[in-house]
């Protein structure tokens, strides 16, 4: 038995079938209310909160359209600034106004372009959702696929990056150190020694000088009586 894939033309039908998948996604989730415009042109596809009373938004497209995420931002910031009268409005509801809303996309397919958009938007809690229209027999049901899921910064904190494999340090030969050099044994530059004088020696050709014979002192004559 082969599975069919079916079209969903209609937004409004898309609508009505998203609420009975949120299974898929957050099983905390309950449905406020749906369609609310927010500007001329954008509207609030539906509104809802998770079991924590966290605001959350839900865009829906049933074709590629990167306008989505623009008109999901303006309904982000739009119930940003109104959680306080959304929590008012809807008392019945365990709604936290102190809580930052998310966002929800969910579409067939998703362009590169809007895909480097929210990656670039890492403080923004926005997930994507591919969804299909699937027919097996006389079945047939929403099949919802993530994309990209935002993690708040806690729980990026808390999961640790891998630790890396540490290499067994290798042993190295420990080389002999020198030996401290011994004063005798510091090669000092020698001072130069002065050269000595020259000593004349007396040549052959000179003639030794004449010795003049010692006077003898004279000698006393012996007187007799």
Not at 49 to 76: K, N, P, T, W
Not at 178 to 196: G, I, L, N, S
Request: glycine share 4%.
């Amino acid at each position: 038995m082969s599975i069919e894939k079916l079209k969903i033309e209609s937004h409004k039908e898309l609508e009505q079938m998203i609420p009975n998948e949120f299974g898929q996604i957050d099983k905390g989730l309950t449905v406020i209310c749906t369609n609310v415009p927010i500007k001329d042109k954008t509207s609030l596809d539906i509104l809802c909160y998770d079991s924590e009373g966290q605001l959350v938004i839900v865009q829906l497209s049933v074709s590629e359209d990167d306008f989505m995420l623009l008109s999901g931002l303006q309904s982000l910031d739009y119930v940003d600034k109104f959680k306080g009268f959304l929590q008012a409005t809807y008392n019945k509801h365990a709604i936290d106004a102190t809580a930052k809303p998310r966002l929800i996309l969910i579409a067939p397919k998703f362009s590169d372009t809007l895909l480097r958009a929210v990656e670039s938007m890492k403080g923004l809690p926005i997930d994507l959702y591919e969804w299909e229209y699937l027919k097996l027999g006389d079945h047939k049901g929403l099949r919802l696929q993530p994309i990209f899921t935002w993690k708040p910064v806690e729980k990026q904190m808390e999961e640790k990056p891998p630790e890396r494999r540490r290499e067994p340090k290798t042993t190295r030969k420990k080389e002999p150190e020198p030996e401290p050099v011994t004063e005798k044994e510091e090669e000092t530059t020698p001072t130069p020694e002065p050269e000595p004088e020259p000593i004349n020696f007396p040549t052959l050709t000179e003639e030794p000088k004449e010795e003049r014979p010692r006077e003898e002192p004279p000698k006393r004559k012996l007187k007799l009586f």
